[in-house]
């Protein structure tokens, strides 16, 4: 019995073919009849390319039905999915095809003339286009073939997908994701969410990327309905299509820009069933206040590009700011010493590890990265750093690499931001570490001030004091700056990086 993900979801597809599936910004509809036939031309065509099981199709391109019909088809075919971010460089792109080696890759009819010669140059067999308008080389090409294609058998440990992490320090890495990675992943959030068929989810996030791929789009091909499939994240969009919703995901940011529209009632939000957050950490505040607004607790869950989702707030019961709820079902999730990987105390803090279906099975082409990822008992180190409180609820602190030693003491940026974000007039904070010559790495905060002229009462002076009341002098900021805007990555993350370079000198002679 073939495990390919496809087939898997395509038992649970509605009798009803003309069941609406995806439905754009537009007005424009799709059916799960057009995702048969669409996906059964395309993956008709990969073949014809000379497409074989486990080959890759890279994909860079923007958001669109017909992108989500080509990751199907990849599927079909037993390729290996390869999304890239569309903000990539062609630089950027020459990586990733030459590491990956993909026989197809798709780019839009737009940036043709740019990578033409980065695909050649990468020895990429075909190289086709599609557009934000579902024009281009591939739909043209599939346009008249025939729709009925028999899906590749492929085994549960077979490559599905591969997908570059973002390369924040050294070389971009393809995390290989197996069908079984991404079938017991959609199978567990499906039941655990409580999707009903009736379900609508409103998809405002981009296709490259876990979350809008893998966890959002999965679950709506396994829950077998439909979805609003906006190109973007647009509040007006999301406050005139709530009323059609039931179910939303969305990164932080998202729900900060609806708490900031007066047009966020209960009343707003009042067809919704459950509103989900993950990508980068939610603000406990963000949270009470959305609550407060709407009678809605945003489920806040867990996860990375290796293993899909780890952990989550619980459908029923108490789902509490700052947490990110409990491991999965089949999913093991322990604390330990980063040096040793020995599982440390119940409560204390220490690198998060996780074992379970979702894990990846390794890094593409580096054998050693995967042995030093992945203990000989199955546990991949996230390079999170958390904990597990007595009732069971993970707690993340930061990033291990996050981590700030100054004078000789760990400071967990997570602990000094809670302080600062507390602050009345801060909306958000950054902690990093700076070169320091006394202390080696010296304590920054970066803090993002209220812009309605309820911030400006706060100065330096202000978040040292809130810091010195509530903490270790040795987690107290060294130094504040003040910014306008805080730097992220697609998913909403702050890019502490990017602060660490800019602020490097703060201490310096």
């Known amino acids: 019995m073939t495990e390919n993900f496809f087939d898997i979801v395509a038992a649970r597809f509605p009798t009803d073919a003309g069941t609406p599936f995806i439905e754009l910004d537009s007005g424009k509809r799709y059916s799960y009849r057009d995702l048969m036939e669409t996906s059964g031309r395309y993956a008709r065509l990969l073949t014809e390319l000379g497409v074989d099981k486990g080959d890759r199709v890279a994909v860079q391109v923007e958001k669109s039905a017909e992108a989500v019909f080509l990751y199907l088809a990849c599927l079909r075919a037993g390729a290996a999915y390869l999304p890239l971010n ?6 950027e792109v020459g990586y990733f095809l030459g590491d990956a080696e993909p026989a197809v890759f798709v780019c839009t009819p737009g940036n043709l003339a740019g990578l033409a010669d980065t695909a050649k140059g990468a020895g990429v067999g075909a190289l086709l286009t599609l557009g934000g308008d579902g024009d281009g080389s591939l739909p043209e090409r599939a346009a008249g073939l025939d729709p009925a294609f028999d899906t590749v058998a492929c085994a549960a440990d077979d490559l599905a997908a591969i997908l570059y992490t973002s390369g924040t320090t050294g070389r971009s890495k393809g995390a290989m994701m197996s069908h079984r990675n991404l ?68 990164v932080p940011t998202f729900y900060t820009r609806l708490l900031a529209d007066p047009r966020l009632t209960s009343e707003a939000a009042a067809h919704m069933r459950l509103f989900i957050s993950g990508s980068a950490p939610l603000l406990a505040d963000t949270h009470r206040e959305f609550e407060a607004r709407t009678g809605h607790a945003i489920l806040e869950r867990y996860g990375m590009t290796e293993t899909g989702m780890l952990t989550s707030n619980p459908l029923d019961g ?14 093991s999730v322990r604390v330990a010493d980063e040096k040793t990987g020995e599982p440390v105390p119940d409560g204390d803090v220490g690198v998060l590890e996780v074992k379970g279906p979702n894990v990846f099975s390794g890094y593409w082409r580096m054998p050693e990265k995967t042995a030093q990822e992945i203990r000989p008992g199955g546990w991949f180190i996230t390079g999170d750093v958390g904990r597990i409180d007595g009732r069971g609820y993970v707690h993340i602190i930061g990033r291990a690499k996050d981590l700030v030693i100054s004078g000789g003491f760990n400071v967990y940026p997570k602990e000094v931001e809670t302080v600062i974000d507390a602050i009345p007039g801060v909306v958000e904070s950054a902690v990093i570490g700076v070169p320091h010559p ?50 992220r990555n697609a998913m909403g993350k702050v890019q502490k990086n990017l602060l660490r370079e800019t602020c490097k000198d703060r201490f310096a002679g």
């Open 318 to 331: 108490d789902r509490i700011p700052g947490t990110v709820g409990f491991p999965l079902p089949e999913v």
């Open 183 to 250: 079938s017991s992943n959609a199978a567990t959030l499906h039941r655990i969410w409580g999707f009903r068929p009736d379900d609508v989810l409103l998809h405002a996030l981009p296709i490259f990327h876990t979350h809008g791929l893998f966890v959002a789009t999965n679950c709506v091909l396994m829950n077998g309905s439909g979805m609003l499939f906006l190109s973007k994240f647009d509040a007006d969009a999301v406050f005139r299509l709530l009323p059609r919703a039931t179910v939303m995901m969305g």
């Open 438 to 487: 006394d202390f080696g790495e010296a304590v920054m905060a970066v803090v993002l001030r209220r812009p309605d002229g309820m911030g400006g009462g706060v100065d330096e002076t202000a978040v040292i004091a809130a810091c010195k009341e509530q903490l270790a002098n040795f987690k107290v900021p060294k130094a504040v700056a003040f910014v306008d805007e805080l730097p």
């Open 86 to 91: 569309t903000a990539y460089t062609r630089a």
